[in-house]
C-alpha cells in the first residue's frame, strides 16, 4: 500500500478522514463509521479502512472534535524570552483574547534556548492543549511538524517560518529598522552606528534590512557604520557604548540605531558617563519598544511593535483553525506596521515636553 500525499499545506501536515477513504477505496462516511460505529461496517471493509489509516498514521483530531463540543479549553503559548516586553504583550493579547473565547492560557518562557523551547512544545503536546501559539526567533521547522503531525495547530507569532501550513503573525521588522533609520536621517544626522548581535535572529535581520535601505535611499549622503556586539542584552550595549565614547569627537557617529532598547539604554548610559551629550552630540534610538527602556534620565526613542495585537490575532488564527474542517482551512499570514515613539533620546526634551510615551 502506497502512502498518499497532498495533505493539506504538504506532506508535513496530518492525514484526514479523506485520505484515508481515498486509500481504502470507500467514503468519508464509511470511515467515520469504521472510527465511531465498527459494527455498522462489513468485516473486509472495515480492514481495509484500518489498513488504511495504519499506513498514513491517520489520528483523529480529538481537538477539533472537543472544540466543537465545547470540551478542550487550552492554549499553549510559548515565547522565546519574557525579559523584553514585547513577548509579555504578545502572552497579554493572547491571554485576553482567550479568556473572552471561554478558554485558558498556559505560558512558557524559552529563555533563548532551543532545547528548552522543544521541552516546552513536547510538554503542551503530551498535555493534549487545543493548540500552540509560538513566537521563536529562530527557524523551528521540525518542532512546529511534529506538533502538527499530532493534530495540533500551530499558529508562528514574529517570525516568518518557512512552512507554508501554518497561520502566522507578524509585525514588519524590515519596516521598523527602517523608520527608525529615517526618523534619524529626517532629524539631520549623517553617520549612523547601526549596533546588533544575533543577525541568525530574524527580526534583527530584517531590521538591519531596513535601515540599509533607508539609508540607501539618502543617496549617499548618510553613512551607516556596522557595529556588531556579542549579544542583545545591555552588557553587549555598554560594550558598544564604550567603544562609541572612546571614538575621536570627528569621527564618532552623530547617531545610533540599537537593534533594541536594553542596548540602546546601556549605550546611553556609557555615553553620558563619558561626557558625551545624548541626543545634542550622539542621538540614540532604540527598535522594539521594551518597557523595560521606557524609564531612565534620557527617554527612549523606539518602534512600537503591536505586541497585544499581535496576540489577539494569533488566538484568533488558532480558534478559526480549530473550527474549520482540514481540508477547508485556508493558512493566513497576518502582516502588523510598526509605528514610530519618538522621546528625547533622538530630539530632546524641549520638542517632546514631559510625555513618556
Known sequence: MTRKTGVRGGASGPPNMHHVAALAGVSVATVSNVLNHPEKVAEGTRGRVEDAIDELGFTLNQTARALRSGEARTIGLVVVDLTNSLFVDVARGAQTQAQANLFTLQLASANNSLEMQDAHLAFFDSAR???VVLAPMQES??????????????????FDSRLTDSCRVLIDNERAGYIAAKHLIDLGRRRIAFVAARDDYQPVHDRRLGAHRAVDEAGGAVELVELDTKDLDPPGGADAGRQLAAMPADTRPDAVLAVTDLLAMAIINELTSAGIHVPEDVAVMGCDHNSAAWGGAIP?????????EMGRAAVDLLL????????????RRVLLAPHLVVRESTVGRERVGTTAR
Open 300 to 308: 527612549l526613542s523606539s518602534v512600537a511593535m503591536q505586541g497585544e
Open 141 to 158: 521547522d521540525e518542532q512546529i511538524v511534529r506538533v502538527r503531525r499530532h493534530g495540533r495547530p500551530v499558529v508562528v507569532v514574529n
Open 320 to 331: 478559526g483553525e480549530l473550527r474549520d474542517e482540514q481540508d477547508d482551512h485556508v493558512h
Open 129 to 131: 492543549v487545543s493548540g
